[in-house]
């Protein structure tokens, strides 16, 4: 319950937005043994979606908690003169940069070889976890409704972004939320490459493939070979070229970049 505290569980985050709830906790000192294992695994409590990405990302920066807030600055409406900003508040520190980065790495696991694999980008360092719960009807948990989320953030070595979906009893699909939420969060993921302009990262987790992916294998670097040596080493993919050389001065994705299988790798030469 002290760690629960220390994420801000129960008590408003302090957001600059009107309505904002509490959650539910169970009192501590009436914390019995199912309380408590309920709570471990999220069940007889509630948190609010501000709470649960403010605490992720506490998790995943290096273990600062911060006031969230929506608007950073006030400006002068003739001049656009900012009037007043607002800056980052430091609640605390609730794990060390140490117990961060090995979360990090966990999480990062989780989209690559588990439950998130429908969030994996290719090239991209991405991390997270899904969620599956039950919703309450009249005061029962319901065997048919779930609310399906995921939460994640990118690049998962240095996160910039952290995105949460949750969505509240989906219809005509298998109710887990690494096949609903997941997929979701991987376009929002997509567009924010191109808005922050998150630079491509090979070093990241491989994904484990099923039968059902689309498979992405690495892309050789044949820069300075020969369009025959070039065509060798690429065997598998189909192969476009342009120029009257014989030597591969430039390839498009770049070696070591991860590309779809029998997909097309561009050459120039010289």
Do not use: C
Not at 11 to 21: C, F
Request: proline share 3%; hydrophobic share 40%; glycine share 12%.
């Amino acid at each position: 319950m002290e760690y629960i505290d220390n994420y801000g569980f129960g008590e408003k985050t302090g957001i600059d937005l009107n309505g904002e709830g509490s959650g539910i906790l169970f009192d501590v000192d009436a914390m019995g043994n199912v309380e408590l294992a309920t709570t471990a695994f999220g069940q007889g409590i509630s948190v609010t979606p501000i709470q649960q990405a403010r605490a992720v990302s506490a998790v995943v920066n290096g273990g600062t908690l911060y006031t969230p807030y929506i608007v950073k600055n006030f400006l002068e409406s003739e001049t656009d003169t900012i009037v007043k900003s607002i800056n980052p508040t430091e609640v605390g520190k609730v794990i060390s940069e140490e117990t961060s980065e090995i979360v990090r790495y966990a999480l990062e696991s989780v989209v690559a070889k588990g439950s998130g694999h429908n969030a994996y980008i290719e090239n991209y360092r991405i991390g997270g976890k899904t969620g599956t719960a039950q919703t309450v009807e009249n005061g029962v948990y319901s065997d048919s409704k779930y609310i399906l989320s995921f939460i994640g953030f990118m690049p998962a070595d240095d996160p910039e972004i952290v995105v949460y979906v949750a969505v509240q009893n989906a219809k005509n699909v298998v109710q887990y939320g690494g096949t609903v939420a997941a997929p979701i969060a991987r376009n929002i993921f997509l567009s924010a490459i191109d808005i922050l302009d998150i630079k491509a990262d090979t070093e990241g987790i491989p994904k484990e493939y099923t039968w059902l992916d689309t498979k992405y294998v690495t892309v050789p670097d044949v820069t300075g070979m020969t369009l025959d040596e070039a065509t060798a080493a690429l065997k598998g993919f189909n192969i476009e070229y342009s120029g009257n050389g014989e030597e591969v001065v430039y390839q498009t994705p770049n070696g070591g970049m991860y590309a779809k299988e029998g997909g097309t790798v561009v050459l120039m030469l010289n």
